[in-house]
């Protein structure tokens, strides 16, 4: 039976559309290895495309460091880090991880809801 392949180009397209303040959307592998990746026309990366790739496999290695504590505390639903000039987020599916930043003003109810029309976007990796 053939598995369905996911364009994984139109999800993170679909995530950046979600809010004008939505910066840069990513999906990593389990590896920290970008599999798609797409920054919003009009915005600048804050890193290099080293930092960006050294960044990713980072995430990657915290999303093994957290599984440490699912069993007693639960499975990490997002991550969220408020830097001064990014906010960071980060949703982990079953096999994949999504990570996307955006501007730093956002009320954190809108955050929220972002994360969670993100959640269903990337249900499927």
């Known amino acids: 039976m053939a598995t369905k392949k996911i364009d994984l180009i139109k999800i993170v397209e679909s995530i950046i559309k979600l809010d004008p303040?939505?910066?840069?959307?990513?999906?990593?592998?389990?590896?920290?290895?970008?599999?798609?990746?797409?920054m919003k026309s009009g915005k600048t990366s804050l890193k290099s495309q080293k930092e960006e790739e050294h960044f990713c496999k980072q995430v990657a290695q915290r999303r093994t460091m957290r599984k440490e504590f699912d069993r007693s505390l639960g499975k990490v639903?997002?991550?969220?880090?408020?830097?001064?000039?990014?906010?960071?987020?980060?949703?982990?599916?079953?096999?994949?991880i999504v990570y996307f930043t955006?501007?730093?003003?956002?009320?954190?109810?809108?955050?929220?809801?972002?994360?969670?029309?993100i959640k269903k976007i990337s249900a499927n990796l």
């Open 77 to 96: 639903r997002y991550v969220h880090v408020e830097r001064e000039k990014v906010t960071q987020m980060v949703v982990y599916t079953k096999r994949n």
């Open 21 to 38: 303040k939505m910066r840069f959307a990513a999906i990593i592998d389990a590896k920290g290895n970008i599999r798609e990746a797409i």
């Open 102 to 117: 955006m501007e730093p003003e956002m009320a954190i109810d809108k955050k929220i809801r972002l994360i969670t029309k």
